[in-house]
DNA sequence: CGATAAATTGAGTTTTGTCAATAAAGGTGG
DNA sequence: CCACCTTTATTGACAAAACTCAATTTATCG
């Protein structure tokens, strides 16, 4: 395949130190999880608790700018994050500097959990937009009786990777493109947001990296959706209109719910 | 792509009732670990020691033979599997009958953590040859500290699991399957067993269906790997010659271990 | 408002899937 | 132990999907 090189503002190999040393993060800014949207069932709360019962009220959040890198490949293992606000993507990098994107984060998703077993991080993650993400320190972890939540969340992770494995391996560009917008449909759903309107953070080469398609494939994908009539696609946008259609295209989805 | 049916033994929508009603299980015998090759670091044997000191020989192994179950998806979660000799796929069935092998398991293997977080099992797992496995029941183990083994081993699942999705996004046909053959070799090569020779208990389809590819393009790739001198193929094994031939026609590999 | 980045569109080529036929292997029963 | 049948694997010819290259348009950001 050895597409060209293509990479914007995550690029880690030339590492950007634009704004001078000190300024690695934007904001040093730290909140607390009363300030937190995302209320009942935060993992990183509920751990950090567990963890240290003085602090009823946690201060590790904070505030990242788009393009800003939570952390690199390579980087020491310190703790895992769960999304705030905004949205974080993650990504390997080829030898070739291609980017293959594992996966995009949204509010209350939990990422970096690749380093728990190891020293470093194998991926790399950046924030898609102006993202507030929550630390949580990995030390002690492994003493600690973690509860369902966090089994729950390993096996939500591990299945969003089988449904992205199933379609990498299976599906055509026409249903990667639906799985993928059906995806981000229900994940915004679960945030009480409207379903039929999909606001892509991402640039369409993110999510040609993701689906593992040519840019070009995703452009031609999406204005085939809308010559069809059942989406209309303007910048970063996307308004759905029928959505068993989309269904239709897109095929076995893989879900949490037991129902086969 | 809508590829035509291809099942084999393995067929889980017509239920094989073949032996009669009680030889679901080919054998109810139930080993110990005294009897195990897998010695040190077998998660079974930790978690299920931990969980209960009054047992120090856990008998729950249990012996399968080729094309045997150990669960389906919809079946209802009872507990993790490690494979103690033999070997076992997991897949997934897709609407139309087409199956997305997600992981071979060999020896010391940790297999069904799908269903951790689930009542039910969403992939199905079958024994590949004679196989024994070892079960570890999931009751009451989120409330248990389970161990920076049990972390390690959740991370290496995410770890093989990016690995295939960077395979299959990212690499063309002889990418993937020398990628698979390198990867069939250190797993043998941690088992103690010569790398150079790999016993592939699996069918052409099951790696066709694994990588992503048609089995035609299988066949094809492994005839123009053999014919350029860098391994030879006979039937189910596959004798390697040049393995940075290989290593180079795979390109990127992600390994667990920190180098980048 | 201009420069850079992102996205779209078209033309041509390559890879891989599909269909079809054949060969080889493995298992079963006489 | 051998013949037969089923399953598995190989090989060839053709078609379709997606990638590459190239040009252009449209955003975004300073």
Do not use: W
Not at 39 to 45: I, K, S, W, Y
Not at 73 to 94: E, F, H, N, Q, R
Not at 121 to 136: D, G, R
């Amino acid at each position: 395949m050895a597409m060209q090189l293509r990479r914007a503002a995550t690029d880690n190999v030339i590492i950007p130190v634009s704004r001078g040393v000190g300024y690695a993060q934007p904001s040093l800014e730290v909140l607390s999880c009363n300030t937190c949207n995302i209320r009942g069932g935060c993992l990183a709360e509920q751990l950090t608790i567990a963890h240290d019962h003085s602090y009823q009220v946690v201060k590790n959040r904070k505030v990242l700018s788009k393009g800003n890198h939570i952390f690199r490949g390579g980087d020491d293992t310190k703790a895992i994050y769960v999304v705030s606000s905004g949205s974080v993507k993650s990504y390997m990098l080829m030898e070739d500097g291609e980017e293959q994107v594992l996966n995009f984060y949204m509010p209350g998703d939990v990422f970096g959990l690749d380093a728990m077993g190891s020293s470093c991080h194998i991926s790399s993650t950046v924030a898609l937009e102006t993202t507030t993400v929550c630390k949580l320190p990995l030390s002690g972890l492994q003493d600690r009786a973690l509860g369902q939540g966090f089994l729950n969340m390993i096996s939500e992770n591990l299945l969003r990777d089988h449904n992205l494995m199933l379609m990498l391996a299976r599906k055509d560009a026409d249903g990667r493109l639906a799985s993928f917008l059906i995806d981000m449909s229900k994940r915004i759903e679960k945030l009480g947001q409207p379903v039929d309107v999909i606001k892509l953070t991402m640039t369409r080469q993110d999510i040609a990296n993701y689906l593992g398609l040519a840019i070009e494939t995703v452009s031609r994908a999406l204005r085939r959706f809308q010559d069809s009539g059942m989406l209309e696609v303007t910048r970063r946008e996307v308004a759905i209109y029928d959505f068993n259609c989309l269904l239709n295209i897109a095929g076995t989805q893989v879900t949490g719910s037991c129902s086969s």
